[in-house]
């Protein structure tokens, strides 16, 4: 059963950068492609990004040039760096897994079946 933490959240000012991680365990990491997704206060969920066993990215394009996913096989671990934080940007953020994948295997939102618990992120104005 796969497991996921994401972690790295805290308060940030208007333009700011924070880097969270996603731990992943219970799987064979290298065929699981990860997806980050937040919950504003008040709203849905919603997906940001993913990246694909093999490396490859998706962004949605309110983040895309301003978040980045990417991914460390040796460690389990995968991240979300976001930069030019803004207020609206005020949301728990949490990462999902989903696979296995072969290679080169197409992804999609339906993909990502297992969540694991949020860390806020707050954007001060």
């Known amino acids: 059963e796969v497991q996921l933490q994401a972690s790295g959240g805290g308060l940030v000012q208007t333009g700011g950068s924070l880097r969270l991680s996603c731990a992943v365990s219970?799987?064979?990491?290298?065929?699981?492609?990860i997806g980050w997704f937040r919950q504003a206060p008040g709203k849905g969920s919603e997906g940001l990004g993913w990246?694909?066993?093999?490396?490859?990215?998706y962004y949605i394009d309110s983040v895309k040039g301003r978040f980045t996913i990417s991914r460390d096989n040796e460690k389990n671990m995968a991240y979300l760096q976001m930069n030019n934080l803004k207020p609206e940007d005020t949301a728990v953020y949490y990462c999902?897994?989903?696979?296995?994948?072969?290679?080169?295997?197409?992804?999609?939102?339906?993909?990502?079946?297992?969540y694991g618990p949020g860390t806020l992120v707050t954007v001060s104005s």
């Open positions: 999902a897994a989903g696979g296995p994948f072969g290679f080169m295997a197409t992804l999609a939102w339906s993909d990502f079946t297992s």
């Open positions: 219970g799987v064979i990491f290298d065929d699981y492609g």
């Open positions: 990246i694909s066993n093999d490396g490859m990215t």
